[in-house]
């Protein structure tokens, strides 16, 4: 157990639809980082957020977009869902925002797009 | 440019054997990172290399990259079955502070008992 929670764990939806993936840190982290992993694409960074300012951008679609809220949990809004987007999604979390501190990534939450 | 390329992508092994699995760039890399990955897991980070021929070990694991930062290698002595998963590299880059991770395509491994 890395200490990263992430809801829900199980997604279905259907394409044109907006979902909602949330995490919460571990205890005193202050980055989160989304990441996506699909079969075609492997894993991939999406967005970091730091101490609730985005720090980082990845291979993140326009329509998705994160945010970090004052308590440091995260949410990963993914709207006008497409089949492609079927994926697991994972955060993960960090003391700092340095590329030099260990990440700990969540359970993840499997999204099925219909 | 950025891309970190596995070989091989699946490999199968009879319990006790050695196992590695390469990670090479066409460009200089800054660092690697590796990560293991239990089906239905999560990754987990193992270890991140820095310096140019770099070795580091955790007890049957052995890390290295290469001279040249242009590759590196995890090298696993008499596998278990506790070692299947995914095996991933991954390099930033970026600033001290703002950038990414790029994660290669892994390698399945497979231990046979």
């Known amino acids: 157990d890395s200490g990263v929670t992430q809801t829900p764990k199980h997604l279905i939806t259907a394409t044109g639809q907006r979902v909602t993936l949330r995490c919460s840190p571990r205890s005193g982290d202050l980055s989160v980082y989304w990441y996506q992993q699909s079969l075609d694409q492997g894993l991939q960074f999406l967005i970091q957020?730091?101490?609730?300012?985005?720090?980082a951008k990845g291979n993140i679609l326009e329509r998705f977009s994160a945010q970090q809220f004052p308590d440091l949990h995260s949410e990963l809004n993914l709207s006008s869902l497409e089949l492609g987007d079927s994926a697991l999604y994972f955060c993960?979390?960090?003391?700092?925002?340095?590329?030099?501190?260990?990440?700990?990534f969540g359970p993840g939450t499997r999204l099925l797009v219909l | 440019g950025q891309q970190v390329m596995q070989i091989p992508q699946y490999q199968h092994v009879q319990e006790g054997e050695d196992f590695t699995t390469y990670c090479n760039s066409s460009?200089?890399?800054?660092?690697i990172q590796w990560y293991k990955q239990r089906p239905g897991g999560h990754p987990v980070f193992l270890i991140q290399l820095v310096k140019s021929g770099e070795v580091k070990k955790q007890k049957r694991l052995t890390f290295q990259f290469g001279e040249a930062k242009k590759n590196s290698s995890l090298h696993i002595t008499a596998t278990q079955t506790t070692d299947v998963g995914t095996y991933f590299c991954a390099r930033y880059t970026g600033g001290t502070s703002y950038g990414k991770l790029t994660f290669g395509q892994g390698t399945i491994l497979t231990v046979h008992p």
């Open positions: 957020y730091y101490n609730g300012e985005e720090r």
């Open positions: 993960a979390s960090s003391v700092g925002a340095s590329w030099q501190e260990t990440q700990y």
């Open positions: 460009t200089t890399l800054s660092n």
